[in-house]
Each structure stands twice: as C-alpha cells, then as structure tokens.
C-alpha cells in the first residue's frame, strides 16, 4: 500500500508561481511512475503531467508545457510540481499518482494509476 500526501497549494494571482510536492510513503518510490492529475469545478479530472522512474523522461498536457515542471527526488520520496506563470484556468484541484507497473512507460491515462492522494487546492486570481 502505498500513501500520497499533496502539499503547496493556495491562492496566488495570475502570473505568480506555486510549487507543489507529494511525499510518497514507503521505500519503493523510485520503482514508481509518477504522475500529477487535476480537477477544475463541474469538470472530469485531467492529466497534467507525468515523469519516469528515475526522472530522465517527463511528459506533459498541451495547456502546461513551457509552464510546469515536474521533477522527483526519490531519496526523499517526493514528487514535486513547479507551476509558473500561473492561469484562473489553472485553478483545480492538483492530484498526484503512482503508478507501480513493470512497465517503464510514462502515461496520461488515469486508470493506469494505482495509488492517489487526496488532493491540494489551487486557486488563481485574475
């Protein structure tokens, strides 16, 4: 089993930059894809952005690229997001995932994830 604890949400004005992290329970965090998902109000959850077991290979959605960055620090068990030049449209709740399969691709679909945490708030003012 294994535990995800989102942190580094809150309220910013557009144009600013938030830094999320999610630390991972357990001493297998490295043998795990990680992803961050999230969930605008009265909208599905979407894919934001995913990134390989060691952090060499990273995959982003169209409407962050250039924006976010996701990187990982597994001696610390924690998957980070850095949000810049933060959108109103960005305001959702942010998810991360893992995903513990033997397969070594990075993926965008949800049901691939296995394991979620229970989401920080992200809010941003126009």
Not at 89 to 96: L, P, R, S
């Amino acid at each position: 089993q294994v535990q995800l604890v989102e942190s580094g949400g809150g309220l910013v004005q557009a144009g600013g930059s938030l830094r999320l992290s999610c630390v991972a329970s357990g001493r297998t965090f490295s043998t795990y894809t990680m992803g961050w998902f999230r969930q605008a109000p009265g909208k599905e959850r979407d894919f934001v952005a995913a990134i390989s077991r060691l952090g060499s290979r990273t995959y982003y959605a169209n409407s962050v690229k250039g924006r976010f960055t996701i990187s990982r620090d597994n001696a610390k068990n924690t998957l980070y997001l850095q949000m810049n030049s933060l959108k109103p449209e960005d305001t959702a709740v942010y998810y991360c995932a893992a995903r513990v399969s033997q397969s070594t691709v990075i993926v965008a679909t949800q049901s691939e994830y296995d394991y979620w945490g229970q989401g920080t708030q992200v809010t941003v003012s126009s």
